[in-house]
Nanobody, 115 residues
């Protein structure tokens, strides 16, 4: 299994930036893909960005061009750089990893963007 701990959320004005971090521990070698999701109260959790073992990345249309997902293998950490933030980006952000027979979620970190 893999344990995930997110950090880096907070309150920022529209147009500002934040960088989220997700520290990984456990059976990291078994991870096939990693990603970031977000959830607003009363709505379903939605996918924002993902990075595969190969390093290829994908983004939801709503964040494309503003968010960048990356990883630092030496630090066992997944990142989400968020630029030009908008009020509609306000949500709890979760990191997620998948392996051949498991999936793990972090506890989430709150991002609030004021207008």
């Amino acid at each position: 299994q893999v344990q995930l701990v997110e950090s880096g959320g907070g309150l920022v004005q529209a147009g500002g930036s934040l960088r989220l971090s997700c520290r990984l521990s456990g059976s990291i070698f078994s991870i096939n893909g990693m990603g970031w999701y977000r959830q607003v109260p009363g709505k379903q959790r939605e996918w924002a960005a993902s990075i595969e073992r190969s390093g290829s990345t994908n983004y939801a249309d709503s964040v494309k061009g503003r968010f960048t997902i990356s990883r630092d293998n030496a630090k066992n950490t997944l990142y989400l750089q968020m630029n030009n933030l908008k009020p509609e980006d306000t949500a709890v952000y979760f990191c997620h990893v998948v392996g051949s027979n498991f999936g793990s979620w972090g506890q989430g970190t709150q991002v609030t963007v004021s207008s």
